[in-house]
């Protein structure tokens, strides 16, 4: 008796966790439903239920065993980390990896995602900035120092947010200074438009998807998740704004 | 000709760099890039034949995820890969920002406009990403069950 009511512990603590990574790393939440669900029942946990929000996640899996909640603090991007969750959650349903071995690979889950180098994510902000100008815009001239741009942003919200954990706060001051060099280069004959150069260095910032992961999240009936996620995009949104705003009022 | 060319580039460079920026597997880095660039060809042949931002950007997006589902099943891996990176180049950032700068000035008026451009767009992306599920349900039944009249 003991026995199951352990391993049913282990079952819920791997849905907990699996279903943590995906939230802190950009899934929708109907991803993360469907996940925990196809664990629990290839782990034949029939009466699994679990309550899924962007904060928070709860789970129990019967009257036996006692449920367990986990918290989510700091959401980002990370979508390798996703896949890999994904890639385990196959293959344990296929039978290759017993359950303990899918729990600690989860665990150490960050010593198996490869992450981008620094500089490769820097030439990545680059890759966002320049050519989205051009496609945005089409001005061909400022394509460099947009690029250019778009990286000391990129680098700045990067650094502070490395420092400091309010990411409303970065993305304020990076917005800021992509706002006061754009102007300075300008002035100084580097670039010609300031409107085409602010557009296109931000770009790597710009919370497009968590307000598209936000709408589809309401219009799949997450009344809870949904609403928040918009809130945290409408806040990065606006700590951009204010950040050109006040770039733009200062010079 | 040429600027479109240039433009289909800047695209799948724009989307690979995106990809870069949140971390998607290396092997699917080119899919999402061609996924990007095709769904916004669509965008830019409805907007040079009909004009119009709105229409243009739900069958972007419908083509996205459409195009991510293929993609997901032939790579094995979820679609969120596929669409969060090809959904760059179609995101109102030129419209939002002049919402911003406008409202900064002081022009009111022109930071409504532009504020409207915006919450149409992001509407439309939503739908037709809505569209597009819609359409991958009924399409994986039909498959399902064209599978089982054969196997009969």
Redo the contacts between chains.
């Keep these: 008796m003991k026995d199951i009511s352990e391993r049913d512990q282990l079952v819920i603590e791997t849905c907990l966790l699996a279903g943590k990574i995906m939230i802190e790393n ?3 939440m109907s ?1 993360v439903t469907d996940t925990i669900d196809r664990i629990s029942k290839n782990a034949h946990v029939e009466q699994a239920r679990s309550y899924v929000t962007l904060t928070g996640i709860i789970m129990s899996a019967g009257p036996k065993v006692g449920s367990q909640v986990i918290a989510i603090e700091r959401r980002g ?7 890999v969750v ?1 890639d385990y959650s ?1 293959k344990y349903g296929a039978g290759l990896i017993t359950l303990h071995q899918f729990y600690n690979r989860l665990k150490h889950i960050n010593e198996h995602v490869k ?2 180098p620094f500089w ?2 820097v ?6 900035s ?3 100008e ?5 001005n061909l001239i400022d394509f460099w120092i947009t690029c250019l741009i778009g990286i000391v942003g ?1 680098i700045a919200y990067y650094a502070i947010d490395k420092y400091l954990n309010v990411q409303f706060i970065s993305e304020f001051i990076a917005a800021l200074l992509i706002g006061i060099f754009s102007i300075l280069s300008v002035w100084f004959n580097l670039g010609t438009n300031i ?1 085409d150069i ?2 296109g260095s ?3 910032l ?1 919370p ?2 968590p ?2 992961n936000a ?2 999240d309401v ?1 799949s009936g997450n009344l809870v998740s949904g609403p928040a996620r918009g809130i945290e995009a409408l806040m990065s ?1 606006c700590a ?3 950040g ?3 770039a ?2 200062l010079l | 000709m040429m600027k479109l060319i240039l433009n289909l580039i800047c695209v799948y460079l724009g989307t690979i760099g995106f990809g870069i920026i949140v971390n998607v597997p290396k092997r699917s880095l080119n899919a999402s890039g061609i996924v990007g660039s095709l769904a916004w060809l669509v965008y830019y042949l409805y907007f040079i034949s009909f004009g119009g931002y709105v229409g243009g950007s739900l069958l972007g997006t419908f083509t996205i995820g459409v195009l991510g589902m293929v993609a997901a099943h032939r790579e094995k891996m979820p679609v969120i890969i596929f669409n969060t990176p090809a959904l760059v180049p179609l995101v109102p950032g030129g419209q939002a920002y002049q919402v911003m700068r406008n409202l900064a000035q002081g022009n009111n008026e022109m930071a409504k406009f532009y504020l409207l451009q915006v919450v149409f767009i992001a509407g439309a992306i939503a739908a037709g990403f809505l569209i597009a599920e819609l359409f991958n349900q009924l399409l994986y039944k039909f498959i399902k069950r064209m599978g089982k009249i054969k196997s009969n």
Excluded at chain 1, 77 to 83: A, N, Q, V, Y
Excluded at chain 1, 134 to 138: D, L, M
């Design positions: 950009g899934s929708e991803r991007f990370d979508l390798e980390k996703i896949s994904n196959r992450t981008f490769m994510q030439f990545g902000a680059a890759l966002v320049g050519p989205l051009i496609v945005f815009r089409g990129y409107d602010i557009i931000i770009m790597p710009v497009g998807v307000i598209t709408v589809r219009l949104a951009l704004g204010i050109v705003a006040v733009i009022k």
